[in-house]
């Protein structure tokens, strides 16, 4: 992985700072953090979170001498969470088995030990086909003579699975074995787009990393957009000076999300647009416009669901991650929603309904949790409690 460039919609911004105290608390050299135990961090989709965790944090971790492996979970949904994260490791495994492959065969040896221990048949060096997932670390450490950190984005799809919450406890046995109180051999870092599906790893005694912190990714903020302002004053100096300060509302509304404020940018700043004024607040009536046609997406969108399907989604959103699907209070609220007595089935048929959709507004893990998919729309519910608009109501036909 090529981690010097960043995507070339992006205007290069590096967080250097914020990555180096990463990496200092992953190493257990920050006194008030439990990163060591693994690092978990939050941010909404689009944010830049995976452009932080690759252009930053993994340059960082690579300058400190640990070796890189990250994963994506959301990259390929096809495929069970726990194949990735073995791949990943196994790619990784397979890049440092080279030379001691080529050299053990030449030497005629049927096995070598790794660190004194661990015996691999030289058949199988290039590949980890029967290792488990803290063997393959714990090779991949010895292999290097390096700190091994692994990066999952999008960790809490490996909930979505089995095998991927066997890989999550099969992290945390790795930690355990492979790190002392002084010295730190493997380093976590889970990452994810939704806070709630994320604590679903650590707020249970059952969870793989309990008593573990999710810690909230700091959003891109005034550094990036006068960073942005110097470059648009270098390329068109004739409309100096630039109102950061409408330029930073701007990009709060569009939600932090550097790629659609780029493009909207993008937008009013070409030579053939017809501003009626200055493209700042041209760029700020775009920003509006795209909340507004994302607020009606999500009201039309759940309002195409059945009452009792509309029911238990406002009760997702509502509770969050104390949603109980079935039990009594949960009943009687589906019920006064749509008018009758409702059964516990027939609130499974509707959740099942509503995650047979495409995209799915509902999110499951393996062990029957459930969670609103898109984290947009607990900011709209949310939006619309605070203004006293919600529920949605259909618009009254003509007359």
Do not use: C
């Not at 791949?87 to 660190?115: C, N």
């Not at 997702?316 to 059964?343: C, E, P």
């Amino acid at each position: 992985m090529d981690s010097a460039r960043q995507p070339p919609h992006l205007i290069s911004f590096h967080r250097t700072e914020l990555a180096q105290q990463l990496v200092q608390a992953l190493q257990g050299r920050l006194l008030f953090s439990d990163a060591k135990s693994g690092l978990f961090l939050t941010a909404p989709r689009r944010t830049g979170k995976t452009t932080f965790l690759r252009f930053d944090l993994t340059p960082a971790l690579e300058a400190a001498g640990a070796l890189v492996v990250y994963v994506d979970l959301w990259e390929n949904q096809d495929r069970d969470p726990a194949e990735l994260i073995l791949e990943a490791i196994g790619q990784a495994v397979q890049a440092q088995q080279g030379i001691i492959a080529r050299t053990a065969r030449k030497a005629g040896l049927a096995k070598v030990k790794i660190g004194g221990a661990l015996e691999i048949d030289t058949s199988q060096l290039g590949s980890i086909q029967g290792l488990t997932l803290k063997e393959a670390l714990r090779v991949l450490h010895e292999l290097s003579g390096r700190p091994v950190a692994l990066i999952v984005d999008e960790a809490q799809q490996a909930l979505s699975s089995q095998a991927g919450e066997v890989a999550m406890m099969g992290l945390k046995s790795a930690r355990d074995q492979l790190n002392t109180p002084s010295e730190i051999h493997l380093m976590l870092v889970m990452s994810g787009s939704d806070r709630d599906k994320l604590m679903r790893l650590t707020n249970t005694n059952s969870a793989p990393f309990y008593g573990s912190t999710v810690h909230p990714l700091p959003p891109l903020g005034i550094e990036f957009i006068q960073l942005v302002a110097r470059r648009i004053e270098e390329e068109r100096p004739g409309i100096k000076p630039v109102d950061i300060e409408t330029l930073h509302r701007a990009f709060e509304a569009f939600g932090h999300r550097p790629q659609r404020f780029m493009d909207a940018l993008g937008a009013v700043l070409n030579p053939m647009a017809v501003l009626a004024g200055r493209f700042e607040g041209a760029l700020m009536e775009v920003a509006k416009q795209q909340a507004r046609e994302e607020e009606a997406r999500m009201a039309s969108e759940y309002l195409s669901f059945s009452p009792l399907q509309q029911a238990v989604l406002w009760r997702l959103l509502d509770k969050g991650s104390l949603f109980k699907a079935y039990d009594a209070d949960a009943l009687a609220f589906y019920a006064a929603q749509v008018g009758r007595k409702v059964t516990a089935q027939q609130v499974q048929t509707a959740l099942d309904a509503l995650r047979a959709l495409s995209p799915s507004p509902v999110w499951k893990s393996q062990r029957g949790d459930y969670a609103v998919d898109d984290l947009a729309m607990h900011r709209w519910y949310d939006a619309r409690v605070a203004a006293g608009t919600w529920p949605p109501r259909p618009h009254p036909g003509p007359r």
